[in-house]
């Protein structure tokens, strides 16, 4: 369910504003000092935030079995941590004496720390 950013956005807006507003009317270059940094720090949040990377790397993974639920969860070099798999590919791999996997997936990633994540194949199996 989306979330509605509006009522936070329209009071932050708002307060920006009359912030800025007053800080011209004190003094001029404290107003533009203050719109530079806003505008600047908007700027490298806007950079950071979504970037997307594909990985195609050797992960190490762990067998997680919950019950009747079987999965994986994959290490990638970075260190994060990701849940994928599939029956197939459970039963597959809990015979193999090497924990390690070909993973190709692609990762979004705000401010260097992964927030979402697709796998494509793992071991040259489609997901």
């Known amino acids: 369910m989306p979330v509605n950013p509006l009522p936070i956005l329209i009071p932050l807006i708002l307060v920006w504003g009359a912030i800025a507003f007053f ?9 533009g000092l203050f719109v530079a940094l806003s505008v600047a720090a908007f700027i490298v949040h806007i950079i950071n935030t979504g970037v997307e990377r594909r990985l195609d790397e050797q992960m190490t993974f762990r067998l ?12 990638t070099s970075r260190g994060d941590r990701v849940k994928a798999g599939s ?21 979004w990633y705000d401010y260097g720390r992964l927030r979402a994540f697709r796998v494509e ?7």
């Open 64 to 75: 997680v079995e919950v019950g009747d639920y079987h999965t994986l969860e994959l290490t």
């Open 121 to 127: 194949s793992i071991d040259g199996v489609s997901q």
């Open 23 to 31: 800080l011209f009317r004190w003094r001029r270059w404290r107003g």
């Open 87 to 107: 029956p197939e590919l459970v039963a597959r791999l809990r015979s193999r004496t090497n924990h390690t996997v070909r993973v190709s997936m692609t990762g």
